[in-house]
């Protein structure tokens, strides 16, 4: 009995310092509430692993394809293609103060962007599962993660537009330094509309179902591949409800001098980015407690 407890004493370091070290190495993990607060100082404090997540998502997407700039282009400018074809054998007058096809394609470009890292989002806690499951981490970080490494995509997407721009004559004016605050604002949207299905597909399929059908149809009834002119007027305060269509609008005015500001669809479409993070914040904290439960 007493060799024992010799060994215990002497294995036993100074309690100061094992007081010390204590404090030092261990994160405390407080149970989810109910509240909308977001957490910034936790984020930051795991912002490498934001990084290196940010990285291992571009390298998956990039890494193995040669033509990866082709591969991020292609798709908006032969859609663009189409629909300029369209426009010029129909000769409708499709109310676009500046060139359709730089019109369309500046449309096409922040669209896909927004459906790509939107489809992620509501996906990444299944794809992040094993990652999840094993080490604690803030679990919204898995959710913040595709907004930012899409933006790569769009990045490269983006500049046969500017090609295309001083192509055809068309130029920014001083709303340019606006451009930021736009994108900024269509990444928040991403992560809201993430947050509330990819948090309400972990009980069920079908809101992922539901999502695809969503940002499917959106294109058609977002002011990607026309004008709001052609919608009637009384159809107008209907369609402008999408808050991706103040978003697309004040991005195409951030770009080109001849394209309004479009204050009203803007402002309401900040107000309801707001409301949708809010709202997703809401139903991801209501289910945080349970995420590894239920992948």
């Known amino acids: 009995m007493s060799f024992t407890r010799g ?21 405390v993990i407080r149970p989810p509430t109910n509240s909308l607060r977001f957490n910034f100082s936790e ?6 692993l934001i990084w290196n997540l940010v990285r291992r998502d571009i390298k998956v997407q990039f890494n193995q394809m040669y033509l990866g700039i082709f591969w991020a282009t292609v798709r908006p400018l032969l859609m663009m293609s189409i629909f300029a074809l369209f426009k010029t054998f129909s000769g ?36 992040n599962a094993s990652l999840i499951t094993k080490v604690y981490f803030p679990r919204i970080i ?22 295309m721009m001083f192509w055809q004559g068309v130029y920014p004016n001083w709303r340019l330094i606006a451009l930021p605050v736009v994108i900024l604002q269509c990444m928040f949207l991403v992560l809201a509309v993430g947050l ?16 695809n059908q969503i940002l499917y149809l959106g294109l058609y ?13 009384a159809g107008r305060p209907i369609y402008f409800l999408n808050p991706m269509a103040g978003i697309l609008l004040a991005f195409r005015s951030t770009l080109f001098a001849d394209f309004p500001f479009p204050f009203w669809q803007w402002l309401y ?12 914040l809401l139903i991801y904290h209501k289910v945080e407690a349970f995420i590894a439960d239920k992948l």
């Open 7 to 27: 060994i215990v004493l002497d294995f036993l370091p100074n309690h100061s310092q094992t007081k010390n070290s204590f404090h030092e190495q261990v994160t």
């Open 269 to 280: 479409s900040v107000l309801a980015t707001i409301l949708f993070l809010a709202l997703g």
């Open 142 to 163: 898995t959710m913040i993660v595709p907004g930012l490494a899409s933006l790569y995509g769009f990045s490269i997407a983006i500049l046969p537009l500017v090609l």
């Open 92 to 127: 409708a007058n499709l109310h676009v103060p500046i060139p359709y096809s730089v019109y369309v394609y500046s449309g096409l470009i922040l669209w896909f962007y927004f459906v790509e890292a939107t489809t992620l989002t509501a996906r990444s806690l299944e794809k």
């Open 43 to 48: 984020i930051y404090q795991y912002r490498h």
């Open 196 to 211: 509330i299905f990819g948090s309400l597909s972990l009980d069920s399929k079908d809101f992922d179902r539901l999502l």
């Open 221 to 233: 009834v977002s002011p990607v591949i026309f004008a709001p002119g052609l919608i009637p007027e």
